[in-house]
């Protein structure tokens, strides 16, 4: 099945920096790449998803890029702000036929004002 | 949309005791998740329903936990018995259909066994 891999667990950045998390995925088959927010004491919400078929996207601030010969994608943070903190994670999601979202381990952002 | 609602927030038990947590779905979502989150193991997929139907329960870790979705607008996660390791944070999820991809999470069940 799918495994995902997640660097780095703790990041801290100044204001105005940007932030840089990893993943890597082992299913080469996998077509799917979201990333999602947590936020203390609240569940974990979508901020920007990639399909396998683009290779980066972005949304103001936020951008995703993937590479899938390399097996790995990327969350990239422009201009953080205090209100980034959060825990964010990774998944993907397999191709066989039960459709699981794998999550990663989690990175931990603290933006420093 | 009110969003996925979960109950209870927060429960604490002892251990032995049945516990009983429950989902309801964003009205219109086709598929429903139940994950549990722990410091150590992260977020696990737990079992997830498609129109109903429990399609892969591999996640489930033993025996004492069972789920079931028996109309469109709910979903249990059950617990019997309870051990002080099920303490965790266990998350219901629903998405429009498998293939949309995003998974709407409710605010998620804390649960504490002593």
């Known amino acids: 099945g799918e495994n995902v891999e997640q660097h780095p667990s703790t990041l801290s950045v100044q204001e105005g920096d940007s932030a840089v998390i990893k993943c890597t995925y082992s299913?080469?088959?996998?077509?799917?790449f979201p990333w999602y927010k947590q936020e203390l004491g609240k569940g974990p919400q979508l901020i920007i998803d990639?399909?396998?078929?683009?290779g980066e996207k972005k949304d103001q601030r936020i951008a995703v890029t993937l590479n899938k010969t390399a097996k790995h994608f990327s969350l990239h943070i422009t201009e953080t702000q205090p209100e980034d903190s959060a825990v964010y994670f990774c998944?993907?999601?397999?191709?066989?036929?039960?459709?699981?979202?794998?999550f990663g381990s989690g990175t931990r952002l603290l933006v420093r004002p | 949309d009110a969003g996925v609602i979960q109950s209870p927030r927060h429960e604490v038990t002892e251990m032995g005791q049945e516990v009983t947590l429950r989902c309801k779905p964003i009205?219109?979502?086709?598929?429903l998740f139940w994950y549990r989150q722990t410091m150590m193991r992260g977020l696990e997929l737990l079992i997830y329903?498609?129109?109903?139907?429990?399609?892969?329960d591999s996640g489930m870790p033993e025996d004492r936990f069972s789920a079931k979705m028996p109309n469109a607008s709910f979903s249990t996660l059950k617990i019997q018995p309870s051990e002080p390791r099920d303490s965790a944070v266990y998350f219901c999820?629903?998405?429009?259909?498998?293939?949309?991809?995003?998974?709407?999470f409710g605010e998620g069940s804390r649960l504490t066994v002593l």
């Open positions: 999820a629903s998405s429009p259909g498998l293939a949309t991809g995003e998974l709407f």
């Open positions: 998944a993907a999601r397999g191709m066989d036929s039960s459709y699981k979202l794998i």
């Open positions: 329903f498609n129109n109903n139907v429990p399609i892969d």
């Open positions: 299913d080469s088959a996998s077509n799917y």
């Open positions: 990639i399909r396998s078929n683009v």
């Open positions: 009205s219109g979502h086709n598929s």
